[in-house]
């Protein structure tokens, strides 16, 4: 890698403008550019915070945080889960300088586990990437059509006042059609993408500052200091009284939304001086995240007064905490909860950004993955539109989104284990190229212009063991006595994705299968 020819900033192609750093990088690494190179340091950030949107991650998942912990869990677990991530996300970071690629994790694996290890490498931690991503895409898109569901229920008298239940069928019907749009917009010139990306991340903090402030200034009844900051709930009604562990679980709900920044990766083909660009997006997204994400957690969970009654099902949210609190916080106030219905549309425009983000993402990582051949009918999902949009790849992701969605008709713990590899799978996507530099690497790595210099194997190796740590956590019971109702199916879900991975490698892959291909 070291002995690689280096092609100058400046060098002109036929026909083309001065190549910036990141395309003569491309070049160098073999690859002709093939998507538009449009999009700036603020674009790149924008996709990766959009995904990351706290607003979708804390508000679907924040019943999980009280439920397990309750305040403590929730405003402590959210630092926790936040300082390691962003250990994860800086040596993403630096590999991504030295290989600014739409194939990112996968492509840095190959490169980095050596010629030997590469197509095994590149093979497992891109379909645990883009298997991830499509579960992110699934669970963002179906998170909305249940916040449709109880923004439906509430706005027709709420579920004490005879409102509307929508049944599994209407919400996979949403569901559908959310990914429909999402498809359509994702057609679109990567100039619109990027102006609705920084629309997207533009929409996320003024609606954190904007709820922040207005559901304690309405509230009748707030949380004091005291019970925001030290309160432990231990009542979960699951059958979990270690303190420990409850606390744990409760990182469930800041681990899940601290997810998909590797967004920014993929996206680095179609960024401007990527090898610079591509990196700052993916730490300002993570680090504004955890700042927004925390400021976004107290704000509620001041207007928090009874933990009991927000996760009751027989509430008029149906059990829909955040909901609750919005709808009662207006309508204790004023005598209707119409404002705090308004709230939750706020809340559901940004998981609307955050899964067409997803989908850009989605797209770019199965563009790239099917450029090199790992995919089913590969020669299509690399074809380019004349907008220069993978549009094969981009209604491909949302096919698979969908299909994945079905399983809730069947049974809700199916969808559960099957959504629960968009926090697991992506991790441990994460983490193989880590590995692979802090291991095979650690001579040869010749480092971008972002680096974390003489840290980059210490932080490497925090980061892989924080990876494996989360990947046990998160397969631990969530309830006693253990039924198969209850049962965690996480490990499952995750041991089926491996064995299929690693069972299509040894029966064919590993014939023709030789990791990324280059294109010049």
Not at 14 to 23: M, N
């Amino acid at each position: 890698m070291a002995s690689e020819k280096v092609i100058p900033s400046d060098v002109v192609e036929s026909g083309h403008a001065p190549l910036d750093s990141g395309h003569a990088r491309l070049r160098e690494l073999g690859y002709k550019q093939e998507l538009k190179r449009d999009l700036s340091v603020i674009s790149n950030f924008a996709f990766s915070f959009s995904i990351i949107s706290v607003l979708t991650g804390v508000t679907t998942l924040y019943n999980t945080g009280l439920k397990y912990g309750g305040p403590v869990s929730l405003v402590y677990g959210w630092f926790i889960a936040s300082a390691f991530t962003m250990i994860v996300a800086l040596p993403m970071a630096e590999i991504c300088s030295s290989y600014p690629t739409s194939g990112g994790l996968y492509y840095w694996s190959a490169k980095l586990a050596g010629p030997r290890w590469a197509p095994f490498a590149s093979w497992i931690t891109g379909w645990f990437n883009i298997v991830g991503q499509w579960a992110v895409t699934t669970s963002v898109d179906f998170s909305l059509a249940q916040l449709i569901q109880v923004i439906i229920l509430l706005s027709t008298g709420g579920k004490n006042g005879g409102g509307y239940e929508a049944s599994k069928y209407v919400v996979i019907a949403l569901h559908g059609g959310i990914l429909l749009v999402h498809g359509i917009i994702n057609s679109l010139p990567i100039s619109l993408l990027s102006f609705l990306g920084q629309l997207a991340a533009i929409w996320n903090v003024l609606g954190v500052f904007v709820l922040t402030i207005v559901i304690p200034s309405v509230a009748t009844e707030r949380a004091s200091a005291k019970f925001v900051f030290t309160y432990f709930n231990t009542e979960n009604g699951e059958g979990i009284s270690s303190k420990p562990y409850i606390f744990l679980l409760g990182l469930l709900m800041s681990q899940y939304t601290l997810t998909g920044f590797d967004a920014s990766a993929h996206m680095t083909e179609e960024t401007k001086d990527a090898d610079r660009n591509g990196p700052k997006g993916i730490i300002s997204a993570v680090g504004i995240s955890i700042i927004v994400g925390w400021f976004y957690i107290l704000g509620i969970t001041f207007a928090v007064t009874d933990i009991l009654s927000l996760l009751s099902e027989d509430n008029d949210a149906g059990g829909y905490a955040i909901a609750e609190v919005f709808y009662q916080a207006f309508k204790k106030r004023y005598g209707n909860g119409s404002g705090g219905i308004v709230c939750l549309v706020i809340v559901g425009v940004a998981i609307f950004f955050c899964g067409m983000s997803s989908v850009t993402s989605n797209s770019r990582m199965a563009y790239a993955f099917s450029r090199d051949g790992a995919m089913p009918l590969s020669s299509l999902w690399h074809q380019v539109n004349k907008q220069e949009v993978p549009i094969y790849a981009v209604w491909l992701s949302v096919s698979v989104s969908f299909c994945m969605a079905l399983t809730s008709l069947g049974s809700i713990v199916a969808f559960q284990a099957m959504v629960s590899i968009a926090t697991i799978g992506l991790y441990i996507a994460y983490a193989f190229p880590i590995f692979f530099r802090v291991t095979l690497a650690r001579k040869h790595f010749v480092p971008g212009p972002f680096n974390l210099g003489r840290y980059g194997v210490i932080v490497g190796w925090v980061a892989v063991l924080w990876v494996l740590t989360i990947s046990i956590l998160f397969s631990l019971p969530v309830s006693y006595p253990i039924t198969a109702k209850k049962l965690n199916y996480t490990p499952v879900a995750v041991a089926c994705l491996l064995i299929f991975v690693v069972s299509y490698w040894i029966i064919s892959a590993r014939r023709w299968f030789k990791g990324p291909i280059t294109n010049i």
